[in-house]
């Protein structure tokens, strides 16, 4: 029998915060960043991958993550980050617009970013705001890989169902991947993982 692989996001551990690009890490190594709708699942998803309960902090509450998160994995030149959740609608207006002018500076300035992680909801995939990332991301040839999240919510057809329809409507996407995730169950994150681990030239063997 073979024994699991080691998780190289285990050990992962949080380095800081920023509020602004200028006050984010220098802008060298290896970066894989987080990205979605507020209440998406992205922090549960981060803490699956790693399997860490309190890695990145969740919450009932929405739109709870204000701050660009940095975590160190292998070393601190290989880094997840987690981006502000976008799109709440009780978020006030000006701050809402600031969270997303972050997070538009980050991914076109950021050049040690290697791919983005975006993190949808299975019963609401392809918002307006899913697509205004993937539109960015497809001009400026950053790979995107989706987190068809809370798939156990659905049952196996309709999930099924769900992900060959986000494939479909993403198929003249080179650069875009899709997958369906449960942090509650499990199930996906392994893929996940290896997706993660190849991104950030992290070896798994």
Same mark, same amino acid.
């Not at 551990?13 to 802008?27: E, P």
């Not at 922090?43 to 399997?51: E, R, T």
């Not at 494939?167 to 996940?192: H, M, P, W, Y």
């Given at each position: ?14 380095? =800081? ?20 709708? /507020? ?19 969740? #919450?009932?509450?929405?739109?709870? =993550? ?8 292998? /070393? ?60 960015? !991301?497809?001009? #400026? ?17 309709? !999930?099924? #169902? ?14 875009? /991947? ?8 499990? /199930? ?18």
């Amino acid at each position: 029998m073979n024994s699991p692989k080691p998780n190289p996001f285990h050990t992962a551990t949080f380095i =800081t915060s920023a509020a602004k690009l200028s006050q984010c890490l220098d802008d060298d190594g290896f970066e894989v960043a987080f990205a979605g709708r /507020s209440n998406a699942g992205k922090s549960s998803a981060i803490n699956a991958i790693a399997q860490q309960k309190k890695l990145a902090k969740t #919450s009932k509450t929405p739109g709870r =993550t204000q701050l660009i998160n940095f975590f160190a994995c292998a /070393s601190q030149q290989q880094r997840i980050v987690d981006l502000p959740g976008y799109g709440y609608a009780k978020v006030p207006l000006e701050v809402k617009r600031q969270w997303e002018n972050f997070i538009d500076d980050y991914l076109r300035e950021r050049k040690s970013l290697q791919g983005l992680f975006l993190i949808m909801d299975i019963r609401h995939p392809l918002t307006d705001f899913d697509q205004m990332i993937l539109r960015w !991301a497809n001009n #400026s040839q950053l790979k995107i890989h989706i987190l068809l999240t809370k798939a156990d919510k659905l049952k196996f057809g309709p !999930a099924k #169902s769900t992900l060959l329809k986000v494939a479909r409507e993403l198929k003249d996407s080179a650069n875009i /991947s899709v997958q369906l995730f449960s942090a509650t169950r499990g /199930s996906g994150v392994e893929e996940a993982r290896c997706k993660l681990a190849e991104w950030l030239k992290i070896e798994t063997d």
